[in-house]
């Protein structure tokens, strides 16, 4: 089972439409991340949230931690093809007296056509 | 600052053989984390390495192995390829380590392909 499940899968969209991510998970994390991943290139860190309610935004991108820090949202308002690319969240999940591993969801593809 | 190189880029090789892989990180960071990502998996963890030695391992069998070396370069070995083992593996190095939530700087990866 994936502890990080993100929504939707793929997204294709116009240039100029807004769209929003989801991140979810029963898990508890101590932080969360969000990473771009452009064709041939390694992901590329856009954020950290680490706490419950935090908002942040980087210019178009909004992301949200949830109250019980459960889950996590991204919003691009008027996309742009530069958008283009495989959004991750990655969470630290909170443990007991286990290790901690990062562990990553499978991604949101998103395409935004000219 | 340079950025965390990965060598090499592509890679092919037949079932049953091995194969090595390479990562540079970035200067001053002291850990290391390999990843192995495809498209039905996503991103999956293999292992870290912290100041030469195994902080953190994921769920992959024996076959997959690495080491750190003093100048906080690492290796990443696979021997005995399976066709499953056609992935791309990332590298990221980092300050701390992603399990103390410290940023991943990630290389653009090798690409395997097992026939």
């Known amino acids: 089972t994936q502890l990080l499940e993100q929504s939707p899968q793929f997204l294709s969209i116009q240039e100029g439409e807004n769209l929003t991510v989801y991140c979810n998970s029963s898990?508890?994390?101590?932080?969360l991340q969000w990473y771009r991943q452009e064709p041939g290139e390694g992901p590329v860190l856009l954020v950290t949230?680490?706490?419950?309610?935090e908002v942040k935004k980087l210019k178009r991108l909004t992301f949200q931690f949830g109250d019980a820090r459960k889950d996590s949202s991204l919003h691009i308002t008027a996309a742009q093809p530069g958008d283009t690319g495989l959004y991750l969240c990655a969470g630290l999940p909170i443990t007991q007296g286990g290790s901690e591993k990062l562990v990553f969801g499978k991604g949101t593809k998103l395409t935004v056509n000219p | 600052k340079a950025g965390v190189t990965q060598t090499p880029r592509y890679l092919i090789k037949t079932r049953g053989q091995q194969v090595t892989l390479s990562c540079s990180p970035i200067s001053g960071h002291r850990s290391v984390s390999w990843y192995q990502q495809t498209p039905g998996q996503g991103l999956q963890f293999l292992f870290e390495?912290?100041?030469?030695?195994?902080?953190n391992k994921g769920n992959f069998p024996g076959r997959f192995s690495g080491r750190q070396f003093s100048n906080s370069r690492s290796e990443m070995n696979v021997s005995t390829l399976e066709l499953g083992d056609s992935a791309l593996y990332l590298c990221a190095s980092s300050l701390a380590g992603g399990a103390m939530g410290s940023p991943l700087h990630f290389g653009n990866g090798t690409r395997l392909t097992v026939t």
């Open positions: 898990s508890v994390f101590s932080s």
């Open positions: 390495y912290f100041s030469e030695t195994q902080r």
């Open positions: 949230v680490v706490t419950g309610g």
